[in-house]
């Protein structure tokens, strides 16, 4: 069983840290006022202001920023500055012991999938992959406002995840299986496959996702996933948004993204969805990594359900 963090409403205060890439102010102020129009106070971290090349402050900044937003009583849940690059330095810097001790709700999504799997498989609690202060003050939409605002009151409630209006999801592989919702990013979780960091949950429920890369690498991550184990661990797979991830320039000796990820799922043969709402795109949903989810993958309707 993994730990919860509680619930955060309007008047209580969410830290800012930055593990990864460094931000304008610009774009800071912006996220931080749809965050305050939310009715939320804030408090940042050194990192995120902090700029160190293009990483948010030097690593044992970082690493400092996150346990003390954690072990501070006055701080009710964390959401992450931006992603990008910078979080894999910081595993063997974090004190786990101590964030363990302070479970919280943790969001953030695409760099950030290097935390949340060890705050998953080290500290036991259940981090949440969602929006981060960066896609707020840029090009969230209101769909990923209400998912998580509607989040953060209730972080864990169960029943279908709502899909934005006119979306529609297609199911790849047909199967109706049970597991533990787990994954992200498909660079993070290729990058840490072999190292004291990957993803070892053995009934997982995987969400992968991507942003800016070619078919060719999309292929070359997934077959590292699949070579590592962590597929063979899964029992079902949810694909979420791949964005900007078309040839560069259309060529006749050339797959789609889409077709290197409809090659995988149908070689893998275990229920799979493709067109879930979570990643790089304006949509992206609240998802409480490490509850227990229903992947549905009919048809007609296909749907993911998070379980009490």
């Not at 990008?84 to 101590?98: H, I, K, V």
């Amino acid at each position: 069983m993994y730990k919860q963090g509680k619930a955060v409403h309007p008047g209580d205060t969410l830290g800012i840290v930055g593990p990864s890439s460094t931000l304008g102010n610009h774009s800071l102020e912006q996220g931080l006022a749809v965050l305050h129009a939310l009715g939320y106070k804030t408090k940042l971290g050194k990192s995120a202001t902090a700029h160190w090349g293009y990483l948010a402050g030097d690593d044992a900044l970082r690493a400092q920023d996150i346990t003390d937003m954690f072990a501070d009583d006055s701080v009710d849940g964390i959401i992450c500055l931006r992603g990008g690059y910078g979080a894999t330095r910081l595993l063997p810097l974090l004190d786990y012991q101590t964030i363990a001790a302070h479970p919280k709700l943790f969001i953030g999504f695409s760099d950030i999938t290097a935390l949340h799997t060890v705050f998953l498989q080290r500290c036991r609690f259940m981090p949440v992959h969602g929006t981060m202060v960066m896609s707020l003050g840029r090009n969230a939409s209101a769909y990923t406002k209400t998912c998580l605002a509607k989040g953060l009151a209730n972080p864990y409630q169960p029943g279908k995840i709502p899909l934005p209006a006119d979306w529609h999801m297609e199911s790849i592989v047909p199967g109706d299986v049970t597991g533990t919702i787990c994954g992200g990013n498909l660079m993070l979780l290729a990058a840490t496959a072999g190292t004291p960091y990957a993803l070892q949950i053995e009934d997982a429920v995987l969400l992968i996702e991507e942003i800016g890369e070619e078919a060719y690498s999309l292929d070359r991550m997934l077959c590292q996933l699949e070579e590592a184990g962590i597929i063979a661990r899964a029992r079902g797979i949810i694909f979420g948004e791949f964005t900007r991830c078309e040839p560069n320039e259309p060529a006749p000796y050339e797959f789609t993204s889409r077709e290197i990820v409809y090659q995988y799922a149908k070689r893998w043969g275990k229920p799979a969805v493709w067109g879930f709402p979570a990643g790089h795109g304006t949509d992206n949903t609240w998802l409480p990594l490490g509850m227990k989810a229903r992947l549905c993958c009919q048809a007609d309707d296909p749907y993911v359900e998070l379980l009490p």
